[in-house]
């Protein structure tokens, strides 16, 4: 497809496990977030790659969340000990990042539960 | 943080009528972007406006952007029961290779 795909779309977890969220972008973009989205709120901003610049990780929670994006492709959010306040919609989104910050395109999300 | 403030939280309207939704921000920006989100998932670009440019439409939508203010506000005229979604601001800080960051929302009710 031609859009911006994530996966799982849900994922229940146990509270003190791992996770990997993965994203793939929409294929020639450049810059790609990682936002999260608790029930009824706006989206927190946790991380920014922009090109072959280093990543804007500005708004990572704590040191238990990581990302990685390899070859400029695809994605991957990483959240270790997971902790119930975890729990969120995990939102991925690419743009084409031609003159500062186009429109960005957004994956349907990671629901992400933990017990 | 250049992040925007969107007011209402929460709006109520009519099919046919006009939705108005205002967003504040603190810095000096390079561009204002819209966005709606249905069913809490992913969020679709309604329309981006430039800190040079004063309004800018797109079908039923009005954008209008006020940098001396740091403001924007959405119009939505003639709305319809398909209008119904959560609206976002967005911004990005003018110093090159800033996030962009969004606000909270204004959720929009239209009732047929």
């Known amino acids: 497809g031609a859009g911006v795909s994530q996966s799982p779309s849900n994922k229940v977890t146990e509270k003190g496990k791992d996770v990997e969220l993965r994203c793939d972008p929409i294929?020639?973009?450049?810059?790609l977030y990682w936002y999260r989205q608790s029930l009824g709120q706006g989206l927190e901003f946790l991380i920014y790659?922009?090109?072959?610049?280093?990543?804007?990780k500005s708004g990572l929670p704590s040191d238990r969340f990581s990302a990685e994006r390899t070859g400029g492709s695809v994605s991957t959010l990483t959240i270790q000990r997971t902790q119930q306040e975890d729990s969120a919609v995990y939102l991925c989104?690419?743009?084409?990042?031609?003159?500062?910050?186009?429109?960005?395109?957004f994956g349907s999300g990671t629901q992400l539960s933990v017990l | 943080s250049q992040q925007g403030e969107e007011d209402p939280q929460a709006l109520s309207i009519q099919e046919g009528e006009n939705a108005t939704m205002n967003c504040s921000y603190k810095?000096?920006?390079?561009?204002l972007q819209w966005y709606r989100q249905n069913s809490g998932r992913g969020l679709v670009h309604l329309i981006l406006?430039?800190?040079?440019?004063r309004e800018k439409h797109s079908g039923r939508l009005r954008v209008t952007l006020d940098t001396s203010k740091k403001s924007s506000s959405l119009l939505i005229t003639a709305s319809r029961a398909a209008d119904t979604a959560s609206y976002f601001c967005a911004t990005d800080a003018r110093q090159a290779g800033t996030a962009l960051i969004f606000g909270k929302g204004t959720t929009l009710s239209v009732s047929s």
């Open positions: 790659f922009q090109g072959n610049s280093a990543p804007d």
């Open positions: 989104a690419s743009s084409p990042l031609r003159q500062g910050n186009e429109k960005l395109f």
């Open positions: 810095t000096s920006i390079n561009n």
């Open positions: 294929s020639g973009h450049t810059a």
């Open positions: 406006i430039r800190s040079n440019e």
